[in-house]
């Protein structure tokens, strides 16, 4: 079973939405569909579900072509951000509903729901109404109904961004647990790189409508392809900061410098761009070969166990998420230091030329 899209792009009122998008998913995966906000994952999604018709390629479905085939059509469930359930209708008739429409017997009726109930933490409630519950309770039941279905493709859009912290973080361990067995295909949109770094599965980086790279989640979070897919998968986003290599050398600004190695010693004499995530950035010396930089503090933000220092360094601004709360002042000199093995090498275009020594020894 698999769901694949060839040369699909969705354009509204001469706006692109997607871009010509090529993308296989297979049966038993999760699939991840990460960027920011307006990126296109919404759009994608409602371009699989059969919501929106493509202006451009075609949608294959276990090999049919289903390009324009109604949702209604089609093995489908959907869970958006903002739940949708049926208020005048109790729990157990909100996550019965799909099975009722599908004619399904009296008895398989019960037996799904309760179990689907059972592992969203409804039991309890499945007499009661949907404006008696909380957000979360809501959102579980969609959830649920979902579960249900039994469909072959389902397409969850943020569903647990209006989830207090702790549902949120048990349902992430559990979504991917919940679906593995069913052999559906799963698609999640998020915003956050930490969700689908958590969910696993297989990752599409998406930017301005493009998926820009699609594949193994932690392999496209330690080996992303260029700059922009690097930039996404990054919370905040990577920084970056020019790099010359002169004979075995890496010559950074403020004249600090790092011996190349491995296969950037075979790299042509020019300039290139470095990359960092805002995590390796630190405000201590660390190891022997760090790189020191000036830098003037801008912004810190206290998340409780960590401080993210926003930094301006030349014309860059610089993002540090450092552990430990700290007191710093605003509008500072602070150096910061930079392991050498935690840095991207990007070309000119943009393209992946070297990733970081420590994400090759992962």
Request: net charge negative.
């Amino acid at each position: 079973m698999t769901l694949e899209l060839k040369g699909v792009s969705k354009s509204v009122e001469g706006q692109v939405h997607i871009h010509p998008t090529d993308l296989t998913l297979k049966n038993g995966t999760m699939n991840v569909l990460l960027g920011p906000t307006s990126s296109g994952k919404t759009s994608l999604m409602r371009l699989m579900a059969g919501l929106d018709v493509p202006n451009t390629g075609q949608i294959f479905w276990e090999g049919k072509d289903v390009t324009g085939m109604r949702v209604q059509d089609r093995k489908v469930a959907m869970v958006y951000q903002q739940f949708i359930n049926y208020p005048s209708m109790t729990v157990y008739d909100n996550i019965a509903s799909p099975m009722k429409l599908m004619g399904a017997d009296a008895k398989e009726i019960d037996r799904r729901v309760r179990e689907s109930a059972e592992l969203m933490q409804l039991t309890p409630m499945l007499d009661r109404k949907p404006l008696e519950l909380s957000g979360g309770q809501q959102q579980r039941c969609a959830l649920a109904r979902a579960l249900v279905k039994n469909a072959g493709l389902v397409l969850l859009d943020e569903p647990l961004a209006n989830l207090d912290y702790k549902l949120r973080e048990e349902l992430r361990v559990e979504i991917p647990k919940i679906f593995e067995a069913s052999g559906s295909i799963f698609v999640y949109a998020t915003t956050e790189p930490e969700e689908a770094l958590l969910l696993g599965g297989n990752t599409a980086t998406l930017w301005e409508g493009r998926v820009t790279q699609f594949g193994l989640t932690p392999e496209v979070y330690r080996q992303p392809v260029d700059a922009t897919t690097a930039r996404v998968f990054s919370d905040p986003p990577m920084n970056f900061l020019d790099v010359t290599k002169s004979g075995n050398e890496l010559q950074f600004g403020e004249g600090q410098s790092a011996q190349a190695s491995g296969q950037l010693t075979q790299l042509p004499d020019g300039r290139y761009t470095a990359g960092f995530r805002p995590n390796h950035l630190e405000i201590k010396k660390h190891s022997d070969n760090a790189m020191q930089f000036a830098a003037r503090l801008s912004v810190t933000e206290l998340t409780g166990s960590e401080t993210f220092v926003h930094l301006d360094h030349f014309d860059e601004r610089w993002v540090g998420l450092i552990h430990g709360v700290h007191d710093l002042q605003r509008g500072e000199r602070l150096d910061v230091w930079l392991d050498p093995r935690h840095v991207y090498i990007f070309g000119e275009d943009g393209k992946l030329i070297a990733a970081a020594a420590y994400a090759l020894a992962a």
